[in-house]
């Protein structure tokens, strides 16, 4: 949900009329008293003469169809995957605002909405691995005899990898955790997890993700992989970079040479996931390892994951209010970085430049 009852209270006192359609909450546990509780309207006809909708996935054509011109939308976006709807948008004249484009920035980390939701990704990951391994994740030494702990190894040491690996810590889980970037050592040993080092180059991109790596590195770096998911109970793979196709870093060979009743949780499959083979949504075979693809994994755990995001949301509403009104300053960086269609034009650089090169396709 796009935005819970904690938040609307400093809407309202920042001049806002917040309307909510009826039973919009209830797959967050939201109720709609809960919602005029704080201050709410709960309104069928909620689009209808909107300034400013927000929501968690982006609107259908019929909610577009809806909106004034010059509403304004505010919610996770790809638009390099919708070019048809970023047309709809710029030819209806909306103001599109895409979550995932709000830049990595000390001044911008409270509206890091995909730094949230990977919060939750991570927990959830952990929590899965631990309930379809069939085996104790903590050290048992009991009268009867000893229960070894259970081996994690967690690739991708960003949000949703180092709470992952916080997450199977605190269970008692032995974790190892891998990933490209110089600084993620560090940070998996704090966790409490043995750093991996596979003696290859560390890659460091912008914004905080790791650089696309070329296929003899791919190669190496899974061939030096193979040895450590082998030898997993639980293996959880969370590299991603918003926009682009996850990388795949465990092949379905390597999978199958994992011991019986071994697991595999993949949080990247959405975005074509680590593992080979992965289907979103579903669990797969792979040998003596069964593998789960994460689809929509925050949704999962859709009451932690809602007052964050909505969180996230409200910081960026004030941003761009002034006055009690919803005025945008697209001077500012962040406005700016995070605008895709704005007054008949697509403003947003790499999205025009890839309906330039479209078939019929124009940036204005």
């Known amino acids: 949900m796009a935005l819970v ?26 109720s709609d008293d809960a ?37 304004a939308t505010l919610s996770f976006f790809p638009a390099n995957q919708r070019l048809p709807e970023v047309v709809a ?37 952990a929590l899965v691995a631990a309930g379809r391994l069939r085996q104790f994740f903590p050290l048992n030494m009991t009268a009867a005899g000893t229960l070894p702990p259970a081996q994690v190894v967690v690739l991708g040491a960003g949000v949703a990898g180092l709470q992952a690996i916080a997450t199977c810590r605190r269970l008692g889980a032995v974790v190892k955790g891998y990933d490209v970037r110089a600084a993620a050592a560090e940070e998996i040993r704090s966790m ?29 770096q899974r061939e030096r992989l193979t040895p450590f998911v082998a030898a997993a109970d639980a293996l959880i793979t969370t590299a991603a970079v918003p926009g682009r196709r996850a990388p795949v870093l465990v092949t379905q060979a390597m999978v199958e040479q994992m011991k019986v009743g071994s697991v595999v949780v993949d949080l990247a499959a959405d975005s074509g996931g680590n593992v080979e083979g992965v289907v979103p949504g579903q669990v797969v075979r792979m040998g003596q390892a069964q593998v789960w693809g994460g689809s ?51 403003v947003h650089d790499p999205t ?11 940036s204005e």
Not at 8 to 22: H, S
Request: proline share 5%.
């Open 5 to 30: 009852p904690e938040v609307i209270a400093g809407l309202l006192k920042a001049g806002y009329e917040v309307a909510v359609q009826p039973a919009a909450g209830h797959g967050a546990m939201i």
């Open 35 to 71: 919602y005029r509780q704080a201050g709410a309207a709960v309104n069928q006809a909620a689009l209808t003469g909107a300034e400013l909708v927000v929501s968690v996935q982006p609107l259908s054509p019929e909610a577009l169809g809806e909106l004034r011109s010059g509403a």
């Open 89 to 125: 948008r710029r030819d209806l004249g909306l103001t599109t605002f895409a979550m995932e484009y709000v830049p990595r920035i000390s001044r911008a980390q409270a509206m890091d909405a995909l730094s949230s939701q990977s919060l939750v990704t991570g927990y959830r990951g």
């Open 192 to 220: 409490g997890a043995v750093a991996i080092d596979l003696q290859l180059p560390t890659l460091e991109g912008a914004g905080g993700y790791a650089r696309e790596m070329s296929e003899e590195r791919a190669a190496l």
């Open 296 to 346: 929509n994994v925050p949704s999962q755990m859709p009451a932690p994951a809602s007052r964050l995001y909505a969180q996230n949301l409200s910081t960026v509403i004030m941003l761009m209010t002034k006055e009690g009104g919803f005025t945008p300053d697209f001077s500012d960086e962040i406005v700016a970085a995070m605008c895709v269609t704005h007054a008949g034009a697509v």
């Open 352 to 362: 025009a430049q890839l309906l330039s090169k479209t078939a019929g396709g124009t």
